[in-house]
């Protein structure tokens, strides 16, 4: 059974630190791996879709990496803002599955 | 807005209360999803619909009854619920089923049953 787990759990940072959020998957029969960005009390936005191939996709100042091997994604924040602070989600497609299993989050706070 | 509506935003009911949960998309995606999000606990998913067919039920209390009457349209039907089904309520859609599709969310339906 596939386990998603994101450390930190919580995260607090000043403005302007390159930070790093990590997601490990028990199961390594991804399809593909989204981070997700979720602000207090609303829905899901999509950040990042890495598919199983691939080893990194960005976005401007988002990176994220894939290890499928090892079972590890990171997402790099560079610069942060303020504004990065929510809690960030990481969500693995299995081969033989509609579902998106997500991980707990990292609540992560930017400090002005 | 990410192209995926849900109403209504907030809903509070009692236990022996009717009420809808709405989702819309005009994304042209072929597949909906509702997931549920409880307090302290990872998304889960609840149903999946393809073209209007729903495709999984994942052990979904029959207190929860999901329509599709097309695929810009996704409704959750809700009756005789209990205080812990209190949870926000999110719906996604994707292009396809086709694994390599992402998905897109809509802001969720903040439920609460007193």
């Not at chain 1, 787990?5 to 490990?24: D, F, K, M, R, Y």
């Not at chain 2, 729903?54 to 005789?80: A, D, I, K, Q, Y």
Request: include cysteine; proline fraction near 5%.
């Amino acid at each position: 059974k596939q386990e998603v787990t994101q450390i930190p759990a919580a995260l607090s940072v000043p403005e302007g630190e390159n930070l790093v959020l990590n997601c490990s998957f028990t199961d390594s029969a991804i399809y593909n791996l989204q981070w997700f960005r979720q602000d207090p009390g609303k829905g899901l936005t999509s950040l990042l879709l890495i598919q199983s191939s691939q080893r990194e996709q960005t976005s401007g100042r988002l990176n994220a990496s894939l290890d499928k091997s090892s079972g590890r994604s990171t997402l790099y924040i560079a610069a942060s803002q303020p504004g990065d602070s929510a809690t960030y989600l990481c969500a693995v497609r299995m081969d033989s599955s509609y579902k998106l299993i997500f991980g707990s989050g990292t609540r992560l706070l930017v400090r002005p | 807005e990410t192209g995926v509506t849900q109403t209504p935003r907030h809903l509070v009911m009692g236990m022996t209360n009717k009420k809808s949960l709405k989702c819309e998309q005009h994304l042209g995606h072929n597949a909906m999803y509702w997931y549920k999000q409880s307090a302290k606990k990872p998304l889960e998913l609840m149903f999946v619909y393809s073209l209007e067919e729903r495709v999984e039920n994942n052990s979904v209390p029959s207190r929860f009854s999901p329509e599709c009457p097309n695929s810009s349209h996704l409704f959750l039907h809700l009756h005789t619920l209990q205080p812990e089904d209190s949870a926000l309520y999110l719906c996604a859609s994707s292009q396809a089923l086709d694994f390599s599709y992402g998905y897109t969310f809509g802001s969720g339906t903040r439920l609460t049953v007193v």
